[in-house]
């Protein structure tokens, strides 16, 4: 762990602990208990939906909700910063790229095809802009979102990665270059599930290198990744457009000790998902 990682994420970690929690991963356990969650073979909204951002002009930002949150009594789903972008966002620094204000309306589409709204509630770009950030690593690296879920709308939620099962905790340590690594996608009716492995961490620990079969596509933005215990590391930031099948992704320990240091939130905590991890290296 980096000093710089290590610095943000250990202070956090005393937030939690002052609260009861004596880690992030612990944190996430506790938070998931109390929620009404439906099972995961009824639930319509899970790791993988789509969420649908208006971008100004009329257009909208369509990408993919990565994981299952919970601060307070409140559910939220995670995705990209980037994709709560306000205009034509060029994907480089979220110190100086337009974000949309708090408040604003993300349609949430069900994997039933349903539509249902959500709130933005947190973006790390406009957090970033209000703080003043001067990191520039933490300025490029730093790309993630929540959006709260209506109260009605929880019992519909299940924090399950379809397919894959997890997540089983937050991952604290980043990834070590040629582990295994898994991600999702919905295609055709169904979930893709992409396997690959990580070629390293860059940016003081903030940002992981993938290189998955299939790669990540336009859409895909947002979408959660796990390592070998199922364990969330990453929500999908890049993609890189030099022929490779690689794909970047902003470290998820890192995103939500920012969030919850700065956020205006309190706690944030990953909620684990209800079934077994059951991908295999």
Same mark, same amino acid.
């Given at each position: ?55 100004? !002009? ?18 939220? @789903? ?13 994907? @480089? ?26 709130? @933005? ?21 730093? !790309? ?52 690959? %492995? ?10 992981? %290198? ?6 990540? %596509?336009?859409? !895909? ?43 205006? @939130? ?13 991908? %295999?290296?």
């Amino acid at each position: 762990m980096s000093p710089c990682r290590s610095a943000l994420v250990t202070a956090v970690v005393a937030v939690l602990a002052a609260l009861g929690t004596a880690t992030p991963a612990t944190a996430a356990s506790n938070a998931a208990a109390p929620a009404p969650f439906a099972t995961a073979a009824a639930a319509t909204i899970t790791p993988g939906v789509r969420m649908i951002s208006p971008v100004g !002009d009329g257009a909208v930002s369509t990408c993919t909700a990565a994981f299952v949150f919970r601060g307070g009594e409140r559910i939220y @789903l995670g995705y990209a910063a980037h994709c709560a972008g306000s205009g034509e966002s060029m994907g @480089l620094s979220g110190c100086e790229e337009p974000a949309l204000p708090l408040g604003t309306d993300v349609v949430i589409e069900g994997n039933d095809g349903s539509r249902t709204g959500g709130r @933005l509630a947190y973006s790390s770009w406009g957090t970033m802009q209000e703080r003043g950030e001067t990191d520039g690593s933490r300025c490029f690296s730093n !790309d993630f979102a929540l959006v709260q879920l209506d109260p009605a709308d929880v019992e519909r939620v299940n924090p399950s990665v379809p397919v894959l099962g997890g997540p089983t905790a937050l991952d604290t340590d980043g990834t070590r270059r040629g582990e295994p690594v898994y991600s999702y996608q919905p295609r055709n009716g169904g979930t893709t599930v992409k396997q690959g %492995r990580s070629l390293g961490v860059s940016a003081d620990g903030l940002f992981h %290198r993938m290189e998955t079969v299939p790669p990540g %596509r336009p859409g !895909d933005s947002g979408s959660g990744y796990v390592d070998a215990e199922g364990d969330a590391f990453g929500v999908l930031s890049i993609l890189f457009l030099d022929g490779s099948s690689t794909n970047g992704v902003a470290d998820l320990a890192e995103a939500l000790a920012y969030a919850t240091a700065y956020g205006d @939130l309190g706690p944030v905590a990953l909620v684990p998902g209800t079934e077994p991890f059951g991908a %295999r290296t």
